[in-house]
């Protein structure tokens, strides 16, 4: 079985898993973004943290490794969200999918 990873586009409208080692391009650091739970204006810090916002909103761990945590909803739908168990290797790409999935819940800002 392949690992986990999150789905991006690229300019030119392909699409490519960026694994959980991070083999894209297109990756910001942590030190860049940061991703914002807006109704509490909380900047995640935790993986923990995290989930626990997510779990909030209906999402629960669906499968881990060593490296990833994937989370569903338990309403049934086909969202996904994967992240890295070590909360230091979350990307913008990361980021993006728990906005993408969570509209009006979660933000992504510059530091």
Known sequence: MAD???WVFRKDGVMELESAAGST???SG???KALVYV???ETMRSLQALEQRLGAHGWERYYENRDVVQLHRRDGSLDLISLPRNFAQL???HMYDVVVKNRGHFKVVDL
């Open 39 to 41: 109704p509490a204006n």
């Open 30 to 32: 942590p030190g860049n």
């Open 4 to 6: 986990g990873g999150v």
């Open 25 to 27: 391009s297109s990756r």
């Open 91 to 93: 990307r913008s790409t």
